[in-house]
């Protein structure tokens, strides 16, 4: 019984150095590559257009997804697109490992259905990041009826396929 108490005691000592283990840090906007993929039209449609949203770790080490904030769109000029999210899915909490990839499938109205209706084309897809961000160019129609902001669902995040 002696032993185990001597276990335990060892144990707690050992427990603070247990934490100064070397923590993931954040993926950074030098280290992620963001891509836009259009799965060669598997998304495509008479009025509704999609694509993946691929993020791949190019860094040496594994980076956290954690630091990612919710997809946003520019103008040419930089300034914020309104948008409305079906559904809008929170960046997984979880590790991406050197050259490992994740994705989420974006889908909206892409053709002028509504009467009345208009369609915008955003310059850029942006992904914040705690410092900085990721950005693609977009520049594709996304339709809404008048007075109303475009919508867009989004698809949980899953593993993506790794790089060929």
């Not at 247990?18 to 993929?37: E, K, N, Q, W, Y």
């Not at 559904?87 to 259905?113: I, K």
Request: hydrophobic fraction near 45%.
């Amino acid at each position: 019984m002696r032993w185990l108490a001597t276990a335990m005691a060892l144990g707690l000592f050992l427990l603070p150095l247990c934490g100064h283990a070397r923590s993931v840090r954040d993926c950074t906007f030098r280290h992620t590559v963001m891509m836009l993929d259009d799965g060669q039209g598997v998304f495509d449609g008479m009025m509704h257009g999609g694509m993946w949203l691929v993020l791949r770790n190019t860094g040496p080490r594994a980076c956290s997804l954690a630091s990612f904030g919710p997809l946003l769109f520019e103008d040419e000029h930089h300034r914020a697109i309104p948008v409305r999210w079906q559904q809008a899915v929170a960046m997984p909490d979880s590790v991406l490992r050197p050259g490992g990839q994740v994705r989420t499938a974006l889908r909206w109205v892409s053709g002028n259905a509504f009467d009345p209706g208009y369609c915008i084309m955003p310059a850029t897809l942006v992904l914040p990041l705690r410092k900085g961000a990721l950005r693609q160019a977009f520049g594709r129609s996304l339709c809404a009826p008048s007075g109303m902001p475009p919508m867009l669902e989004q698809q949980p995040w899953q593993a993506g396929p790794e790089r060929q």
